[in-house]
């Protein structure tokens, strides 16, 4: 059975900077292309970063601005998201998912406030 489990959201300082982590459960890790994703009540889920399977390459949204780098390590099957420069508007649901989207994490709440 596969299974994600993100962890690190929580409230932060506008300019603060907080450090998500994907937890891979059940599966292959390194066989999968990885994506971070995020939602805000009422707006669509948009796209983050992307992560190749060895973790060579990578891509982000034009929004990320060079905040944030996404990394993994195979080792332990996990995906992090580091996000410097935290604006209040990056306050949403950030979730994993494979590229293919046929696994998706719960989710980890990032608010963004002074």
């Known amino acids: 059975q596969v299974q994600f489990v993100e962890s690190g959201g929580g409230l932060v300082q506008p300019g603060g900077s907080l450090r998500l982590s994907c937890a891979a459960s059940?599966?292959?890790?390194?066989?999968?292309?990885m994506v971070w994703y995020r939602q805000t009540p009422g707006k669509e889920r948009e796209w983050v970063a992307r992560i190749s399977r060895e973790g060579y390459k990578y891509y982000y949204a034009d929004f990320v601005e060079g905040r944030f780098t996404i990394s993994r390590d195979n080792a332990k099957n996990t995906m992090y998201l580091q996000m410097n420069n935290l604006k209040p508007e990056d306050t949403a649901v950030y979730s994993c998912?494979?590229?293919?989207?046929?696994?998706w994490g719960q989710g980890t709440q990032v608010t963004v406030a002074s």
């Open positions: 998912a494979t590229y293919d989207g046929a696994y």
């Open positions: 059940g599966m292959i890790f390194s066989s999968y292309i």
